[in-house]
Every structure is written in C-alpha cells, then in structure tokens.
C-alpha cells in the first residue's frame, strides 16, 4: 500500500499561483495530479513519471509545472497564472506498475484531496 497525503491548497486571485504538494510513503512509478470541480468529471491535469517524464492537458500547459522529489517523496504541482477555471478538488494519484497515461483508472492510489480556489 502507498500513501499519498496532499497539501497546498488555498484561495488565490486570478492572476496568482499556488504550490500544490503530495507526500507519499513509498515508491512509484507514475505520479499525477487530477481535479474536480463540482458537477464535473475528475480531469487529468499533468503527469511524472520516475525518469522525469511529464506531460500535461492542454487547459494547463504553460502554466503549470509538475516535479517529483525521489530523496523526500514529494511530488509537487506549481501553478501559475491561476484562472477561475482552475478552481477545483485537487488530487494527486499513484501507480506502482509500469506505464504512465492521463487515464485515471491506472492509478492504484489516490489521496484525500486538497481545494483551490480561484477568485477573479
């Protein structure tokens, strides 16, 4: 079992950033970040993968930045030039085994999440 343990979420203006951070307790292969705003379907946001690989959703490419610390276990998600858009439940996900997509159904663990909240 990993755990995955969220935290960084707040209440920003449009215009601000905000560091999204995800502690987990022990090795995986793939790390993402997803989101969901209310009445809305979870969405992919970005993912990692252990060689460094990432890839983002269009909706926030440019603006945000995924990076995996291996020595400390902490994923991280900096995002900048926050939109009201941008407002949502933020979860990070986990899959132990081989391969990294957008799709959620291959993260074996996911945490509790962590709102932002984006004014304008």
């Known amino acids: 079992q990993v755990q995955l343990v969220e935290s960084g979420g707040g209440s920003v203006q449009a215009g601000g950033s905000l560091r999204l951070s995800c502690a987990r307790s022990g090795y995986t292969y793939c790390m993402g970040w997803f989101r969901q705003a209310p009445g809305k379907e979870r969405d992919w946001v970005g993912y990692?993968?252990?060689?460094?690989?990432?890839r983002y959703a269009e909706s926030v490419k440019g603006r945000f930045t995924i990076s995996l610390d291996n020595a400390n276990n902490i994923l991280y998600l900096q995002m900048n030039s926050l939109k009201p858009e941008d407002t949502a439940m933020y979860y990070c996900?986990?899959?132990?085994?081989?391969?990294?997509?957008?799709?959620?159904?291959?993260?074996?663990?996911w945490g509790q999440g962590t709102q932002v909240t984006v004014s304008s």
């Open positions: 996900a986990a899959r132990r085994a081989l391969g990294c997509s957008g799709d959620p159904s291959i993260f074996e663990y």
């Open positions: 990692i993968s252990s060689y460094g690989t990432t």
